[in-house]
């Protein structure tokens, strides 16, 4: 493992604590001011920092508990001053409305490295669909 590697590791290893404990002022620092985000729900892009972080807000609310985060099959490339990771996450928990959920997700994302520190500069997160019933599947293991 290159020390890059290392460093995104890290990132990515800050960035799933501080969505675990929904805070979004941990979270928001490994982003890029000019952070452009592709979520599951609508819609179809997220342009900057703050648009991010009302978004992260709208999704924590959802949640009763923590939000359990499970990184799972991740592959970084990175170089001096780009990296690229994908991976599988598994988002587990209790929803405000009682229920227990668990589903896995594929997400993406590329950083820039900027005045000597790391910044995800995009994510993309992503759920398979069914193209017959037009809905997304959730129940899907690795």
Not at 76 to 99: D, F, P, V, W, Y
Not at 103 to 112: E, G, H, L, N
Request: one cysteine or more; aromatic letters at 8%.
């Amino acid at each position: 493992m290159t020390s890059n590697d290392a460093e995104i590791r890290a990132l990515l290893d800050r960035w799933a604590d501080a969505i675990r404990r929904k805070d979004i002022d941990l979270l928001m620092p490994v982003y890029s001011p000019d952070i452009v985000y592709f979520d599951v729900v609508p819609p179809l892009q997220i342009q900057g920092a703050a648009a991010a972080r009302r978004n992260f807000l709208r999704w924590f609310d959802l949640w009763e508990s923590s939000i359990g985060q499970e990184i799972r099959d991740l592959h970084i490339a990175a170089s001096a001053e780009l990296a690229a990771a994908h991976m599988l996450i598994r988002a587990s928990g209790t929803l405000k409305n009682g229920r227990e959920v668990g589903y896995w997700v594929r997400a993406s994302v590329c950083c820039r490295r900027s005045s000597d520190r790391w910044l995800i500069t995009h994510e993309h997160v992503s759920l398979p669909i069914d193209f017959q019933s037009g809905s997304a599947v959730m129940d899907l293991l690795p």
